[in-house]
Every structure is written in structure tokens, then in C-alpha cells.
């Protein structure tokens, strides 16, 4: 289980300030990781997220052919929802988790998940050829703008000769599907407003450029695939409202939880002027007349590490993760 490579968890990944009344990871923010909160009610919305995939993956929580995984490796595990359903599904399997804050979990977590704390924006300190596959979820706000192509390579050296990566990102460029938002609706200005705080730290357009990482960093068969996610029950097809009804709760915390530090800090606006356009966004959000859609989820792009042998071995990396 890699225990040599983990050492007893730093407070420093504990500490958290409240910043109009949620709370942050001092660590995150100081060093421009992460800038959503880590208190309970986004524990939940991240809980309500999983089950929105879910949803739109019709229950499939790995997409590659991957019948009996040996190790599977979790980047940016959050409330930890995917990982112990894998952990749960493939009882044989070791399944790894790491993200940068300790988030609370379950007391009956499944014995075969192991979840660790790193910043994954240092080098990965997994071995080499060590896991089958490597999932990574809505890390688009937590990988720096400039660490996306180390973090691409990190993890093909650590997947097996022919072992899978999965990726799934959202796009926060809302739209609507009738075209009937405009630049100085609330959702288009929030979308704006929120990718331009967020810069230079994240590159708010990565989802999009997932691809073209994966197949330059030397994944084969790289599959990609956008997909619409509604943002409230609007439409007439009945899976697609389902979606979008159930995705309402979320979108609504999501608004509020992801904009709260980067607009009022970043741009300098303040609370109740953020709160208005949430508020906003919010009806928009719910208003059947716009369609609204534009959140785009891709659909996992997946691309497997190919049987030939590897560059390089093992980064050379005194850091180590920490035992949750």
C-alpha cells in the first residue's frame, strides 16, 4: 500500500478560515490551489454532483474496459462519493484517493480505499506502472494554469502498460439551448465574471483542451466527448428533465460556493453585489423560457498508456503524502 511513501497528516492541511461565513483551506488559498470551500455544505453539494454523473453516465462509474482492476488511483477524491463506490464494486481492488484537504468521511469506509492528502500539483510520488486506472474529476479548479501538462505526464508514468485514464470537467460557460441568453444576462455574466477571477491561477478553458493534453502527453485511443448538462427540469425529453430537475439543488449551491472567495477577493466586488447576481443567475437558472444548458460536462475523455515501454522512471521527489 505505498505506506513508506506517506507520512503522519500535517495540521497545516487542516487549518481553515471562514470567509463570509464559509469555510476555506488556509493552505489552498495562500497557495492559489483551490479556491471553493471545505465545509460541510460543500461536502454535500459535491455529493449531490456525484449523483448528477451518475445520472448522466447511467450508473457507469468506469467507462474503459477494465474487468478485474487491481489499483485504481483517485485524483481530487472530494467527498469521496466515486471513490468508495469503486472501492465498493471491485472489493479485490486497492483503490487510492488523494485530494488536498482531509474531508470527512464515513466511519464504514470499504477497507480496500486508502486516502491520502498531497497538493497534486507537485509531482506525483506513486511509482511507476502502478495502477490501472487513474480517475480525474472536476480538477479544473484545483490544477494550476501552467501544471497541466506535468500533470498529464505524472499520471501516464504511473499507469501499467495499458492501463486507463478517465477524465470528467465541466465547462462553466453557461449557454442556452434556444440562444436566448445574452452577454448581460446573470448566468453569462457570472460564468465571465467567475472564469476571469479564477486566471492566471486555472485555466478556466481546460475541460476543453483535455484531448489535445491527453494525446501529447502520449495516451493512445483518447476518446472525447461534451455533453449537455441542464441546469434545471426545462426540457421535453424525459431523461434529459429528470437530469436537469435533479441537478437544480446543485447548480444553486454551486453559484454561491464557487464564486464567493474568487469574485469578492479577485475582482474586489462585494458580498452583496455577488449575492444579487447569484440571486440572479439563480432565476435564470430555473426559467424554462431560456433552456438553460451551458454548463458542458464531458462525458469522460479516456485515453490508455500504450504496452510500449515508458520514458523515464520514477520522479525523484522527497515529499510524501500524508495518511488521511
Excluded at 52 to 81: A, E, K, T, V, W
Aim: proline letters at 7%; glycine letters at 6%.
Amino acid at each position: 500500500m505505498e505506506e513508506d511513501d506517506t507520512v503522519p497528516l500535517d495540521n497545516t492541511y487542516r487549518d481553515v478560515f471562514v470567509h463570509h461565513n464559509r469555510e476555506f483551506q488556509r493552505y489552498a488559498v495562500e497557495n492559489g490551489v483551490y479556491f471553493a470551500p471545505v465545509d460541510d455544505d460543500e461536502v454535500e453539494r459535491l455529493q449531490y454532483m456525484h449523483q448528477i454523473f451518475n445520472m448522466m453516465f447511467d450508473n457507469r462509474l468506469i467507462f474503459p474496459p477494465i474487468p478485474r482492476p487491481r489499483r485504481i488511483l483517485d485524483l481530487g477524491y472530494g467527498s469521496g462519493s466515486w471513490a468508495i463506490e469503486v472501492a465498493e464494486q471491485y472489493p479485490e481492488c486497492e483503490v487510492f484517493g488523494i485530494d488536498i484537504y482531509p474531508f470527512p468521511m464515513p466511519v464504514d469506509m470499504p477497507p480496500n480505499l486508502i486516502l491520502q492528502v498531497d497538493d497534486l500539483n507537485s509531482p506525483s510520488t506513486f511509482s511507476s506502472n502502478s495502477f490501472d486506472l487513474v480517475h480525474s474529476r472536476m480538477m479544473a479548479g484545483g490544477i494550476h494554469a501552467n501544471r497541466w501538462t506535468n500533470y498529464m505526464a505524472d499520471i501516464l508514468r504511473v499507469l501499467r502498460p495499458g492501463g486507463w485514464c478517465q477524465m470528467v470537467e465541466i465547462y462553466f460557460n453557461a449557454q442556452s439551448d434556444n440562444g436566448t441568453l445574452t452577454a448581460n444576462h446573470a448566468l453569462q455574466v457570472w460564468s465571465q465574471r467567475y472564469m476571469q477571477s479564477i486566471q492566471p491561477y486555472k485555466d478556466p478553458r481546460a475541460p476543453l483542451r483535455l484531448q489535445n493534453w491527453m494525446t501529447q502527453a502520449g495516451f493512445v485511443e483518447v476518446e472525447s466527448r461534451l455533453v449537455p448538462l441542464p441546469l434545471s427540469g426545462w426540457s421535453n425529453d424525459p431523461r434529459e428533465n429528470e437530469i436537469g430537475t435533479s441537478n437544480r439543488a446543485n447548480v444553486h449551491r454551486l453559484l454561491s460556493a464557487l464564486s464567493i472567495y474568487p469574485l469578492t477577493q479577485a475582482l474586489g466586488m462585494t458580498l452583496a453585489d455577488v449575492q444579487l447576481l447569484v440571486a440572479q443567475a439563480r432565476n435564470e437558472a430555473d426559467n424554462p423560457a431560456f433552456k438553460p444548458g451551458g454548463s458542458r460536462s464531458h462525458r469522460p475523455s479516456d485515453g490508455h498508456r500504450g504496452h510500449q515501454s515508458s520514458k523515464g522512471g520514477r520522479q525523484s521527489d522527497s515529499r510524501k503524502r500524508a495518511r488521511h
